[in-house]
């Protein structure tokens, strides 16, 4: 994959530290990545589309159903006020417009339980921080997988074909 495939990738960083977020930016943007960086896992939820629980009825603005397609990953802090990341997750999780998004979770806790409960709960994977280079290449065929899932729902569906099962008799 070149460079230039890359840079289409999108990827949504979430974490209410700012160094931590600089961090992550620059690891993604030096392998061409297109970085979004929010603070907390409630501003990801808006920037997604997503709503409110109080407000679930209303319809998504339209703005923010272009943004949500164009997000190919989300990796996201553990440890944030207010929601974390493993809460975020589970968002993502039971919303079908989001479901396929790859979320991956990061953390400066080394808690095998934690790690255990995200990875089980969809996290495709779990970085310990401080995040490396050689982790970010770890990313690669999650996105992959993610745009592959992308260009077979936009694949137009031949309905006119019809199975046919043969029967074998020996």
Do not use: W
């Not at 990545?33 to 997604?48: E, W």
């Amino acid at each position: 994959m070149g460079m230039s495939a890359a840079a289409q990738f999108h990827v949504l960083a979430v974490d209410d530290s700012l160094i931590d977020r600089m961090l992550i930016e620059r690891l993604l943007k030096t392998s061409s990545f297109h970085v979004t960086t929010v603070d907390s896992a409630i501003k990801a939820l808006q920037y997604l589309g997503m709503v409110e629980d109080k407000l679930k009825s209303y319809e998504t603005p339209e703005i923010h159903q272009d943004e949500e397609v164009n997000v190919n990953l989300i990796i996201t802090d553990y440890c944030m006020p207010e929601m974390t990341g493993h809460d975020l997750l589970r968002k993502i999780k039971e919303s079908n417009s989001l479901k396929d998004i790859p979320v991956v979770i990061m953390s400066s806790e080394n808690v095998p339980s934690r790690i255990n409960r995200c990875l089980e709960d969809g996290a495709e994977e779990f970085f310990l921080k401080p995040v490396q280079q050689s982790d970010v290449n770890k990313l690669k065929p999650h996105l992959l997988k993610s745009r592959s899932k992308e260009e077979e729902e936009t694949q137009p569906i031949n309905n006119n074909k019809r199975k046919t099962r043969i029967k074998c008799t020996i």
